[in-house]
């Protein structure tokens, strides 16, 4: 089981092997108990007639620290496992490379993971949730940083929060750039200014590479604005998950 919990959604993803059985995104809920979690994930599993005892290990990347105790006693306490707990402390294939390695969220370790195993370096992860990450790897497995920005969702929300007349709004691809009315218009803003921003950033992490790294386009909000630019060469939705998977087997053998 790989769990990946995120600002506003928590992800579970369950492997039977290499292949991905089953993929679950639901709201983190900051308030969540271990009990409520245990739960949650139990009804997860009857849909795909798993028990609890089937499952074998349990790797985790959190970036809500008030939440990583929270599921490591669900583990404990209903699948009687002690999980993994990504960080750039383990041996990972990779090398953290930037100046703070310790303080590199678990998720982007993931998706450097992840996106190594699978292309090689250079690569470029641009993971798109509640923030959208830019990842740097180099063609030697190091992991040398990136951009963090705004996610559209958040963006949405602060538009909200700190005007006194522009609604609240769903995130989505607009009917048209020129927006006709104030909805519209702040969905525009918001979409385009997101593929704006992936264009440039990406651009300018390829100068600065002197070289064509592949780009790797994940998370929620990916399907949404990855077509609409050409320098997303591929999309992977389950890039963090399988990169938690990797560093979960990497873990184990190094115990046995």
């Known amino acids: 089981m790989a769990i990946d919990i995120g600002n506003t ?31 949650l994930i139990q009804q997860l599993l009857s849909s795909l007639r798993i028990d609890f005892p089937a499952i074998s290990g349990v ?5 809500v620290p008030p939440l990583t105790p929270v599921y490591e006693e669900m583990a404990v306490r209903y699948l009687g496992l002690n999980p993994v707990i990504a960080h750039a402390g383990l ?25 190594f195993h699978k292309y090689g370096g250079p690569a470029i992860v641009v ?13 030697q497995g ?11 969702e958040t963006a949405a929300s602060q538009l909200f929060d700190k005007t006194a007349q522009l609604p609240r709004i769903d995130v989505s691809r607009p009917l048209q750039v020129i927006g006709r009315t104030k909805e519209e218009s702040m969905r525009s803003g918001i979409f385009y200014g997101a593929v704006g921003a992936i264009k440039e950033i990406v ?9 064509r790294a592949k780009v790797i386009a994940t998370g929620g909000l990916a399907g949404l604005v990855a077509k609409e630019t050409r320098v997303v060469d591929t999309m992977e939705p389950s890039l963090t998950l399988d990169g938690l998977r990797l560093i979960f087997e990497r873990v184990s053998k190094e115990e046995t």
């Open 127 to 139: 993971d798109m949730g509640t923030a959208t990450t830019f990842d740097v790897i180099t063609a």
């Open 9 to 39: 959604h928590t992800v579970i993803g369950i492997y039977e092997g290499e292949a991905l059985r089953g993929q679950w995104r639901f709201s983190s809920g900051h308030t969540r108990t271990p009990d409520e979690c245990g739960l």
């Open 203 to 211: 651009a300018q992490i390829q100068t600065a590479l002197k070289g």
């Open 59 to 63: 790797v985790i990347a959190s970036v």
């Open 142 to 152: 190091v992991y040398i940083g990136g951009a963090i920005a705004p996610g559209m």
């Open 91 to 115: 041996d990972l294939g990779i090398t953290i490379g930037t100046d703070e390695p310790q303080r590199v969220g678990a998720d982007r370790i993931a998706n450097a993971v992840g996106a």
